[in-house]
């Protein structure tokens, strides 16, 4: 079964850490994506990347960053957490062009405190 | 122009009834319209998508309606079911270009009521 795995279901980190959220994708997709879903606001792309070392800004890429050094793994970072960053984070995979699905990862819930 | 409109934000629907969520859009490159459904502690998941050379398509008690001189389209649930409480996303994207990504709606909330 093809999967997006991210690395943490829940995690919690103080005010001014740096941290890191890993998705990892077993489909050989170019394609992957990280948004945050908060209530009544959808989801958000934050960052999106097209291939190995090639990353492009989404529509809130302030306050994150973004790894792509392997095909099937796709980093998010936030240099220094902050408290309206508390989210869920949700990354995903496709494969090249618009007219594929995107496979989800479960989500990683951060909160910072 | 880039954005797709979704409405309403919650529903409510009483097991058996018929659940509509209608999403509206101005691109007329978009040329693929997927639906998504999220369950709760789960990322969503592709459901029904629909290109706009034909205005119907049926999956199950699942049924998009695509209206293309109207620039809308819609999710119909028939005989809906507690099972299908969850997020429903509709979606857009132009095909043509290959780096183009999926432009989301808003997101519904449904709720059936056993």
């Known amino acids: 079964d093809v999967k997006v795995t991210q690395s943490s279901r829940y995690l919690v980190k103080r005010t001014g850490e740096k941290v890191f959220l890993e998705c990892v994708q077993d489909?050989?997709?170019?394609?992957m994506f990280w948004y945050r879903q908060d209530p009544g606001l959808g989801l958000r792309l934050i960052y999106f990347?097209?291939?190995?070392?090639?990353?492009e800004k989404g529509d809130i890429p302030e306050g994150y960053s973004v790894s792509r050094e392997k095909k099937e793994r796709f980093s998010l970072i936030l240099e220094s957490a902050s408290t309206n960053q508390t989210s869920m984070y949700l990354c995903?995979?496709?494969?090249?062009?618009?007219?594929?699905?995107?496979?989800f990862g479960s989500g990683t819930r951060l909160t910072v405190v | 122009q880039q954005q797709v409109k979704q409405s309403p934000q919650s529903l409510i629907v009483q097991k058996g009834g018929i659940s509509i969520i209608n999403c509206a859009y101005e691109n007329t490159a978009f040329d693929y319209f997927p639906w998504y459904q999220q369950f709760p502690g789960k990322g969503p998941a592709l459901l029904i998508a629909?290109?706009?050379d034909v205005s119907e398509k049926k999956e199950g008690r699942f049924t998009i309606s695509f209206n293309k001189s109207a620039k809308q389209f819609s999710l119909h649930i028939m005989d809906s079911q507690p099972g299908d409480s969850a997020t429903y996303f509709c979606?857009?994207?132009?095909?043509?270009?290959?780096?183009?990504?999926?432009?989301w709606g808003a997101g519904t909330k449904l709720i059936i009521k056993p």
């Open positions: 629909i290109r706009p």
């Open positions: 979606a857009a994207s132009n095909t043509m270009d290959s780096n183009y990504q999926l432009i």
């Open positions: 990347s097209y291939d190995v070392k090639m990353k």
């Open positions: 489909m050989d997709h170019e394609n």
């Open positions: 995903a995979s496709s494969l090249r062009g618009g007219a594929y699905g995107y496979t």
